[in-house]
């Protein structure tokens, strides 16, 4: 693969927080009521608002914002376990290196986001798009659309790089290269990923004149 420049998905992606994630969303589903399952079932390469909305019908703003904060600083105050990935650092480390463009594009929020690739020990990207910024989340194109014009590149420009669904039906949608990193075998579109990858530790990146080449390492 080529490119010039690569987005990055955090939760699942770069740092494994699945504990923490699903000991904030259980306990939250328990409090409410919801079943839990149900709700880790869904939750996941979406933004906290979107779930939130979806398993809270009938709810005012008012009090789906209040609920939104509390789980927020829960997420964020909670990073026990969260670690990077095997081979992610190394692969930031390389592309910082070699001084190919790299953002991280998270559904989370700026507390949430920037406490699990600190506890991940991650560097910090120049780019760091967040829930903040989007109207519309992943599954929406809208995240890496923004990702990829920080860079200052094209969509198609860029390989997004992904675990989640979601995640990857956006970077499809954007028209950008898309790697799938430990995805569900049954992600819808799957077939149309670039490349299927258990670990960022299968591929090397080196520097090309037209920007980096992804290989697959045997």
Known sequence: MECK???????????????????AW???????????????????????????RHF???ESEAEIQREFQLLEQVEAQDTEGVRALPGAIALLERLNALGIPWAIVTSGSVPVAGARRQAGGLPQPAVFITAEQVKHGKP??????LGAERLGLAPHECVVVEDA??????GLAAGCQVIAVNAPADAPKLEQVDLRLDSLAQIAVDKTAQGAIVRLLA
């Open 5 to 23: 420049g690569f987005l990055f998905d955090l939760d699942g992606t770069l740092v494994d927080s699945l504990p923490a994630v699903e000991r």
């Open 165 to 170: 669904p979601a995640g990857i039906l956006s």
């Open 56 to 58: 809270m019908p009938g």
């Open 26 to 52: 259980t306990h939250w589903a328990e409090r409410r009521g919801v079943d839990p399952q149900a709700v880790l079932d869904f939750i996941h390469g979406k933004q906290a608002i979107t779930s939130l």
């Open 140 to 145: 929406q194109p809208d995240a890496y659309l």
